[in-house]
């Protein structure tokens, strides 16, 4: 089965940029897409279609997906991005996947 | 605007089933298919299966086959998960929500549910 793999924690200044990554086997294939999940609440979309940003979502998110890694990037992290974040593509053969997670903190 | 609304949470003992569902409003109920994801506490997400409103042809996670139906009732815009012969690992949060785009590597979630937690103790 197809699997992506993020690292379980980045730690970051307020300020400063934070960069998450997710990997998998040609993911640049794909499509990938990122979803924030504040404590207790239900998953955001903050990147669809690999770099397409949602209404409403803040500029100083921004992704790329080349090779086997998509990456997710905020620039000028803030205490409210504070958060855990996940990757998902789609494969035709397990269908819905989603990254293992990974968790951010605004020191 | 678009809303999807879940049922409350449920407790449950082992070998039982539980049915969520998730009303949905703001829409055109069968231009969109509805995703099942669950995540148990503490843990990430996971792609359960999605069911078309429009035909009610589901496709299930093969984790899941054979103890899970996604169905629908048009007449109300409701969506609803069976999860049958519950076991502990079964408890968590279960989400439904909607999908976009054309075709399926483009695909999306652009709304969710606030979620059902399932508890399944003896």
């Known amino acids: 089965s197809y699997e992506l793999t993020q690292p379980p924690s980045v730690s970051v200044s307020p300020g400063q940029t934070a960069s998450i990554t997710c990997s998998g086997d040609?993911?640049?294939?794909?499509?990938a897409c990122w979803y924030q999940q504040k404590s207790g609440q239900s998953p955001v979309l903050v990147i669809y279609?690999?770099?397409k940003r949602p209404s409403g979502i803040p500029e100083r998110f921004s992704a790329s997906n080349s090779g086997n890694t998509a990456t997710l990037t905020i620039i000028g992290t803030q205490a409210m991005d504070e958060a855990d974040y996940y990757c998902?593509?789609?494969?035709?053969?397990?269908?819905?996947?989603f990254g293992t997670g990974t968790k951010v903190t605004v020191l | 605007q678009v809303q999807l609304e879940q049922s409350g949470a449920e407790v449950k003992k082992p070998g039982a089933s539980v049915k969520v569902s998730c009303k949905t409003s703001g829409y055109t109920f069968t231009k969109y298919n509805i995703h099942w994801v669950r995540q148990a506490p503490g843990q990430g997400l996971e792609w359960m299966g999605t069911?078309?409103?429009?035909?009610?042809?589901?496709n299930y996670a093969q984790k899941f086959q054979g103890r899970v139906t996604m169905t629908r009732d048009t007449s109300t815009s409701t969506v609803y998960m069976d999860l049958s012969s519950l076991r502990s690992e079964d408890t968590a949060v279960y989400y439904c929500?909607?999908?976009?785009?054309?075709?399926?590597?483009?695909?999306?979630?652009?709304?969710w549910g606030q979620g059902t937690l399932v508890t399944v103790s003896s």
């Open positions: 040609k993911l640049g294939d794909k499509y």
């Open positions: 069911i078309n409103p429009n035909g009610g042809s589901t």
């Open positions: 929500a909607r999908i976009r785009g054309v075709i399926i590597t483009e695909y999306y979630f652009d709304y």
């Open positions: 998902q593509a789609w494969d035709t053969s397990t269908a819905g996947v």
């Open positions: 279609q690999d770099t």
